[in-house]
C-alpha cells in the first residue's frame, strides 16, 4: 500500500521560506514522477510543480524561480524548497504520486495522472 506523508508545513511571515518534505512507501519511489499541488481556502487544487523519475522538473507560472523541487530517492522522498514566500501561497500543499516516470509535456497539471495523495500540510504566510 503506497502512502505518501508530507511536513515541513508552518507559519511564515511574507518573504520567507520553507522546506516541504513528502515521505513515500509502499512502491519503488524512484520509478515515479511525482508532483505537489495545493489548495487555497475556497479554491480548487491546482499544481505547483513536478519531478519526473530522471529528476528533470516542471514548474507551474506561480512557483517559477521561487520553489525548488529535489528529491532523494535513497530516502524515498522529495522536497519543496519555497523562497520569497507570499500570503497568496497559503494552503494546503500535498504531494503525489505520478503514474508515469516521465510524464510527457503538457500533462503534469493532469490531476487524473496522479495515483496517490498525501494528506497535505498547511502552509501559512501573513502578511
Known amino acids: 500500500q503506497v502512502q505518501l506523508v508530507e511536513s515541513g508545513g508552518g507559519l511564515v511571515q511574507a518573504g520567507g521560506s520553507l522546506r516541504l518534505s513528502c515521505a513515500a512507501s509502499g512502491r519503488t519511489f524512484s520509478n515515479y514522477a511525482m508532483g505537489w499541488f495545493r489548495q487555497a481556502p475556497g479554491k480548487e487544487r491546482e499544481f505547483v510543480g513536478g519531478?519526473?523519475?530522471?529528476?528533470?522538473?516542471y514548474y507551474a507560472d506561480s512557483a517559477k524561480g521561487r520553489f525548488t523541487i529535489s528529491r532523494d530517492n535513497a530516502k524515498n522522498t522529495v522536497y519543496l524548497q519555497m523562497n520569497s514566500l507570499k500570503p497568496e501561497d497559503t494552503a494546503v500543499f500535498h504531494c503525489?504520486?505520478?503514474?508515469?516516470?516521465?510524464?510527457?509535456?503538457?500533462?503534469?497539471?493532469?490531476?487524473?495522472?496522479?495515483?496517490?495523495w498525501g494528506q497535505g500540510t498547511q502552509v501559512t504566510v501573513s502578511s
Open positions: 519531478m519526473s523519475g530522471r529528476s528533470v522538473t
Open positions: 503525489a504520486l505520478h503514474k508515469y516516470y516521465s510524464p510527457p509535456y503538457g500533462t503534469w497539471e493532469r490531476q487524473d495522472h496522479y495515483e496517490y
